[in-house]
């Protein structure tokens, strides 16, 4: 037998299943947030929490998780990072197993965002800040910042997606990747 072994045989596990559920779990908490929030209710607030704990659970394994799921794999330097940009205006930047750099800055954003989201409904709740417009103003608008940061990301998925022919989004839900070639980062 000849030509390239099956997929499934050669295919290096990247994302570990916390990762996986972790993100699919934290892409439907935010899609029912946004339906739970007009005519606010009981319900928004309880996914908002459980869309503060899969952040918090999340940030921990950025520590004490397997190697792709560690910040200090997938946080670059600001210098790298921009080289990275630089080289994908000219569509030649490298293939990475792990998130790439500007992917890599965008989930610490996403989960920041997220998380100051959650807080800033929380504090809407409290008795001090319950009614307070600018609370509630604030709410909104890191929501609809979250919105724009979401958008970028799926876009920036397609694009890696195009640009190394790989299905992305079957990886994060299979957690598996083909292997780096050598001409790959
Ligand atoms: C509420 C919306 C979303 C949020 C908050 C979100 C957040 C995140 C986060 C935090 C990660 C990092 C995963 C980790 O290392 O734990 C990630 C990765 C990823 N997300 Fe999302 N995501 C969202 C929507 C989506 C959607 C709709 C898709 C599919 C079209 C998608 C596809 C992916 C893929 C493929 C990766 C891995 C990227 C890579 O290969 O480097 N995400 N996302
Ligand atoms: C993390 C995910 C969350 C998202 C995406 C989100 C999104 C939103 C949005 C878009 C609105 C505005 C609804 C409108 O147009 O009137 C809203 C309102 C509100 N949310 Fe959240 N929210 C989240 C979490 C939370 C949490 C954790 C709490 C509190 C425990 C909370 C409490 C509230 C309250 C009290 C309002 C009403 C604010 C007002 O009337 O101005 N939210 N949320």
């Given at each position: 037998m000849n030509g390239a072994p099956p997929v499934e045989?050669?295919?290096?596990?990247?994302?570990?299943?916390?990762?996986?559920?972790?993100?699919?779990?934290?892409?439907?908490?935010?899609?029912?947030?946004?339906?739970?929030?007009?005519?606010?209710?009981?319900?928004?607030?309880?996914?908002?929490?459980?869309?503060?704990?899969?952040?918090?659970?999340?940030?921990?394994?950025?520590?004490?998780?397997?190697?792709?799921?560690?910040?200090?794999?997938?946080?670059?330097?600001?210098?790298?990072?921009?080289?990275y940009a630089r080289r994908m205006a000219t569509a030649s930047e490298p293939r990475h197993l792990g998130h790439n750099p500007l992917g890599g800055w965008m989930i610490v954003l996403l989960l920041v965002v997220i998380a100051l989201v959650g807080l800033s409904g929380w504090l809407y709740t409290t008795d001090r800040y319950w009614g307070v417009e600018w609370v509630g103003e604030l709410h909104e608008a890191l929501a609809d910042a979250l919105l724009v940061l979401i958008a970028l990301h799926v876009g920036g998925v397609a694009l890696a997606s195009y640009r190394h022919r790989e299905n992305l989004v079957a990886a994060m839900l299979h957690g598996r990747k083909r292997p780096q070639g050598a001409d790959e980062g």
């Open positions: 045989r050669t295919a290096v596990r990247v994302w570990d299943p916390l990762v996986r559920i972790g993100h699919w779990s934290l892409v439907a908490c935010i899609a029912a947030a946004w339906f739970t929030s007009e005519g606010y209710g009981v319900w928004h607030d309880r996914i908002g929490y459980a869309a503060l704990a899969i952040v918090c659970l999340r940030v921990v394994w950025g520590f004490a998780g397997p190697h792709y799921a560690r910040f200090k794999e997938f946080v670059r330097s600001p210098a790298a990072t921009l080289d």
